[in-house]
């Protein structure tokens, strides 16, 4: 998502020019490629599809809304079986219109997580509940701390359900370092992803992400943490920018491999 | 602020005719129209200034800034008991640029506190820290979260430092409703402001609160938890909005109060 501006097969051979050896993908560009086309894509350049994104929007009231969130969301673990990735990442949902009750739109992605992670499973898939910034709570995604995102997934088995741990979301929590060593302690850090912070918030406050180390995050810091907790998996960077996006994708990619290094490499 | 396109006549009057007998201000009209003139023309009309908002930004790291910013807050500790109210609001401030030290910061604010809840105590004035939605973290108020607010003020005695309740910053955390019992339980809670949460947020997120009603917070149940802390103090309606500020201040007012009493009122 950081490159959407590229088509698969031109993220894929960018990819291989700079030895980025792997890669986060979304489900609406695999659809639109195919996905046995992606699968294939990807399998054929040696690449590693790290995670889907994604699954959830679980918070619906109406049974109608909500069993047909629960067939996309089997529909996105057979997907991500297919392209070869072990963990598909979950945003829970915002609050249904006119609703003003987020512990029960909480406890309805419990729920979903309940009819999901045995089927994930059986799939080779983790769940990765992703806790986004609070100033989603009302729109997007109800699970706004790791803890919550934890309480929710230790009601699982962690084969089946883990959080992802993402910096944008999460820099602000000063309980989120203890969340994370609490998170590996279980082996339910299934994704981490980086992006920085950075005001003013454009309107809408979705495409404000910034590029490492243009915000206020201290990102290096914060993968010490991830690292201290045991998780030795990859790390996705996701920025979510309109300026990047109207920028040339194999410069911004080739750019964020390059600030990845700098302010983290070792 | 909810009617900042009043002047403090106008409010006053409006006020009057309304039968609102307790008002919240803030230092920069106060300014204006002159700090003795508004004493006395609250205290004319029979008005009770709830709280001055706000005095705060205490985490510059440059020893100047630091001296400069303690002497303002002194200065609206000393308007805040010439306008005969007893609760000067705190908003802490953000990162200094180009940090990214948010415990650095949190622990300057700490220390302003003591160098000024001591000042305050002396002038009959509390301090109420106000915990400012976590999207505020980096450019306004490092002090995100009502635990992290009764972290700050438990180090000084409740007579000097507490904490302000603002629905519009804290309703997405589900540890907030524990923390007012605690600040209840310590007798911390300065002050109760509310606001409503809608979006699309704007450009900047700062003016996009939303009438009481018109959003996704449950404002009776918070009202009811800060009632169970023991609260009996004044209730504030702090509205940033750019539509309500384009309207004709008065019938905003009157639709405030009608608003408070539809959701409310018993």
Partial sequence: MTVRQLTLPELV????RLGVTHVGLWREPVAAHGLEATAGLVR???L???TLCRGGFFTAADPGERAAALADNRRAIEEAATLGTDTLVLVSGGLPAGSKDLPGARERVADALAELGPYAQRHGVRLAIEPLHPMYA???CVVSTLAQALDLAERFPAEQVGVTVDTYH???DDQAPRQIARAGASGRIHSVQLADWATPLPAGVLNGRAQLGDGSIDLRRWLARVAAAGY?????VELFN???WARDGREV???TAARFLAHLGT
Same sequence: chains 1, 2.
């Avoid at 051979?13 to 291989?16: K, V």
């Avoid at 030795?232 to 996705?236: D, F, R």
């Fill in 13 to 16: 051979e960018a990819c291989g």
């Fill in 44 to 46: 054929d350049a040696g």
């Fill in 48 to 50: 590693t599809v790290t």
């Fill in 138 to 140: 009302s729109d997007r």
């Fill in 170 to 172: 999460l820099w602000w």
């Fill in 232 to 236: 030795t998996g990859p790390i996705e």
């Fill in 242 to 244: 309109e300026r990047l």
């Fill in 253 to 255: 990619l080739a750019e």
